[in-house]
């Protein structure tokens, strides 16, 4: 059974930095594309930041330069590092692991931008 658990989360002020976690059970995410996903209230879900097997990393314009994706392979783990954070990056953020057709989700960790 494919398990993903956020984890990282809080309220930091702007221009502040958080990291979040995924720690991942029942899949290997260095064989799968692994992506985090953020969905503020009132909006559809939206991609922030992608990796794949390969290791080829892609993040969306809102957050580029400031958001980075990356992955443990010993620890089976993928981290965002979010830095210099804005009100309009208040969201629950979500990891997202692709294994075939089958999309994984965790249960989303909320991250509370103040101003």
């Known amino acids: 059974q494919v398990q993903l658990v956020e984890s990282g989360g809080g309220l930091v002020q702007a221009g502040g930095s958080l990291r979040l976690s995924c720690a991942a059970s029942g899949i290997i995410l260095r064989f799968n594309t692994m992506a985090w996903y953020r969905q503020a209230p009132g909006k559809q879900r939206e991609l922030v930041a992608r990796i794949t097997s390969s290791g080829y990393t892609n993040v969306a314009d809102s957050v580029k330069g400031r958001f980075t994706i990356s992955r443990d392979n010993a620890e089976n783990t993928a981290y965002l590092q979010m830095s210099s954070l804005k009100p309009e990056d208040t969201a629950v953020y979500y990891c997202?692991?692709?294994?075939?057709?089958?999309?994984?989700w965790g249960q989303g960790t909320q991250v509370t931008v103040s101003s």
């Open positions: 997202n692991a692709l294994q075939g057709w089958t999309n994984y």
